[in-house]
Every structure is written in structure tokens, then in C-alpha cells.
């Protein structure tokens, strides 16, 4: 909490933007190996991800969803969020995170159901 009052609400969109920037560029230039399919030979939720967001990147959006189910789906949120961020930090605004993490809150369960298809996905194709 005491760092919420220090940073202005510009820096911390700036702060979590960046954090999403990094990491869209992280997976496009680091290959990343699942761990949890080395270690038990059975597909993990998000396995396929980076490869779909190769696809994505690429414009090719059957490979993507065939890679992972929820590849397109999370790319879009993932780009929704950070014009949404961008807008905030014009109007020197801090709300998205907050009601974002609130929606997670109250409908944590929708994740899960959507963590299991993407499971029974990548297991079953």
C-alpha cells in the first residue's frame, strides 16, 4: 500500500506497461521450453503460447489457435489492457488495474474453466 501513495498513477501505468512490452518481447526473442511438459510429459495449459503468439505476430490466426485455444483470446486482452493503460496515462488516471483485478476477484472461477479447456486442449489435439 505505501508504495500505491508514493507512485503517481502515470508512473505506475508506466510501470506495467512496460512490464507487458517486456514481456511480448521477451517471448519473441528468448525460446522458452514448458517445464511442466519436460517434467511430466503431459501439455500444461499455456503450453503452445509462445508459438501461438508467433502465429499471431505473423497474422497466421489457425496456427495460433490451434497451438493454444486461448492464445487469440489473451493476445487481444493483453493489447486491450495496454491502449486502455496508454489512455490512463494521459488522463492521469489508475482505475483499470484496480476494477481488472476486482472483475478477477468476483469471477476468479471463469479462469479456471478457461486454465482446464486450454488443458483438455493441448492434451487432446
Known sequence: MFIGFIMSNRLKNILIISILILFLLFILIVPVACIFKTATGI??????????????????FIDAFYLNILSIPLFIFIVLSLVIMIIEIFQNKFEYIPKLLNFFKKYWYIIIILLII?????NIK
Open 43 to 60: 501439455s500444461c495449459p499455456s503450453c503452445g503460447m509462445t508459438r501461438a503468439f508467433y502465429s499471431i505476430f505473423k497474422f497466421n
Open 118 to 122: 486450454s488443458f483438455i486442449w493441448n
